[in-house]
């Protein structure tokens, strides 16, 4: 059974970093695609970044393009998303999340199989 753990997730202010993290049990082929979700209050479920671990190719929401940075270490079998220059509107629970079928790795919440607990980033101006 395939679990998904996030942590990392903090308060910083306006222009800090954050480094989330998110370990995968129950599956050990490099041959999927992962992604970080964000939901901030009263809005949907967004996509942030999704990466295809056999290529390390990747796709960004253009609101974190530049700023932050998703990563997959297949020897530790996890997902990494590094945010620099944080903003008051990238407040929001973080949710790691996995599928199994990598021929599609967009930020299309519908396509994810798996899903984490979710970690809380909070940014004050």
């Known amino acids: 059974q395939v679990q998904l753990v996030e942590s990392g997730g903090g308060s910083v202010q306006a222009g800090g970093s954050l480094r989330l993290s998110c370990s995968l049990f129950?599956?050990?082929?490099?041959?999927?695609?992962m992604g970080w979700f964000r939901q901030a209050p009263g809005k949907a479920r967004e996509g942030v970044a999704t990466i295809y671990t056999l290529i390390g190719g990747t796709d960004y929401a253009n609101s974190v393009r530049g700023r932050f940075t998703v990563s997959h270490d297949n020897a530790k079998n996890a997902l990494y998303l590094e945010m620099n220059s944080l903003k008051p509107e990238d407040t929001g629970m973080y949710y790691c999340a996995f599928k199994y079928d990598a021929s599609s790795c967009s930020l299309d919440t519908t396509e994810f199989h798996y899903w984490g607990q979710g970690t809380q980033v909070t940014v004050s101006s």
């Open positions: 129950g599956y050990t082929w490099n041959r999927h695609c």
